[in-house]
């Protein structure tokens, strides 16, 4: 009997030693998988001098970590209230861009004309209707989604359905990362389309911030706006949904400013092989070249490119250099 229970004992003991071993090499796996995920997400490939990959220095991502710290500290909120908005515009976050070259009247930004996600799509959809929008350059949606919104009770966007409907729209269903090529490959599908289609057009996402602030960046700078100007353009929004505003509150413009504008053209700018290791300031930069390169990296042809020039802007060809 003693042997059975010394048997059971040595086996239990083996086992459990066993279990330990495996648990520590689980959680050894675990977390080397977390440090890969964590430095995918976060170490942005950048070019140096030679044009060679070298990552963005430790302490560049120091600091966007403790802005982005800030930011959610902030807890900003906004209203989906009209009554609680100066306008309809100010509402919708809509506005007519026309900074550098771009064309009087061509290119408008803001909320979602079809998602009332926020109670936005309606006035937007009037917004639209008045500009005369030809082509709607749609940064969230797919055909599911779009159908969807269709099917809605609150649906009230007849003048983008009938943009839909005679195929003078362009769905990309883009998420928020732009350190994903997917991101870009779609970025440029938007400018592509624009190349091919008559305006006025209208970019959005659903609140005309985030994948909406990039894209119009992207055509600012290509279009001859200054650093000054692509950063004033960007920041209406946050002046539109919470009243923040250099003069009402810098910390929190500031916040705001570098999280989103200046990260998103300092990505742009560090991946670049023509302006090095970030050292050089952004209000410096050669953007009309450095947006060019951009597209063309990301598969845009130079054709597709003279082509947007001409719908575009009062340039009948590319300033590249």
């Known amino acids: 009997m003693k042997r059975i229970f010394k048997v059971i004992l040595i086996m239990l003991l083996t086992f459990s030693l066993f279990s330990c071993v495996s ?6 796996e675990k977390n080397e998988s977390v440090i890969e995920t964590s430095e995918s997400q976060e170490v942005v490939l950048t070019n140096n001098e030679n044009g060679q990959p070298a990552k963005l220095a430790s302490d560049k991502l120091q600091t966007y970590d403790e802005i982005n710290k800030k930011y959610k500290a902030l807890h900003l909120k906004y209203s989906r209230n009209r009554e609680d908005f100066s306008s309809d515009i100010v509402f919708a976050n809509f506005r007519n861009v026309k900074l550098g070259n771009i064309k009087e009247g061509i290119l408008y930004r803001g909320a979602s004309s079809i998602d009332n996600s926020y109670g936005r799509a309606k006035y937007v959809d009037k917004l639209i209707a008045e500009a005369g929008v030809k082509f709607d350059v749609d940064l969230t949606d797919n ?12 649906f009230a966007s007849n003048y983008f359905k009938s943009l839909y409907e005679s195929g003078k ?3 990309l269903h883009m998420n928020t990362n732009y350190r994903e090529q997917k991101y870009h490959d779609r970025i440029v599908k938007a400018m592509v389309a624009m190349s091919k289609n008559e305006g006025p057009y209208y970019i959005h996402c659903i609140e005309g911030k985030n994948r909406t602030g990039f894209l119009l960046a992207v055509i600012e700078g290509l279009a001859g706006a200054s650093y000054e100007e692509i950063v004033k353009d960007h920041m209406i929004t946050f002046a539109n949904y919470y009243g923040i505003t250099e003069e009402t509150d810098k910390e929190k413009y500031d916040i705001l400013k570098a999280r989103y504008i200046d990260s998103m053209l300092r ?13 050089i300031e952004l209000k410096d930069l050669d953007w009309v070249n450095i947006m ?3 597209l063309t990296k990301n598969g845009m042809s130079q054709e597709d490119i003279d082509n947007w020039y001409k719908n575009v802007t009062d340039d009948n ?3 590249l250099g």
């Not at 648990?23 to 050894?28: D, G, P, R, S, T």
């Not at 990505?267 to 050292?279: F, H, K, L, R």
């Open 143 to 154: 055909d599911e989604k779009i159908k969807k919104h269709f099917a809605k009770k609150d």
């Open 267 to 279: 990505y742009i700018a560090d991946n670049d092989p023509w302006t090095g290791n970030g050292t």
């Open 23 to 28: 648990i520590v090499k689980v959680q050894k």
């Open 169 to 171: 729209t362009i769905c």
């Open 317 to 319: 060809y590319s300033n």
């Open 292 to 294: 060019g390169r951009y």
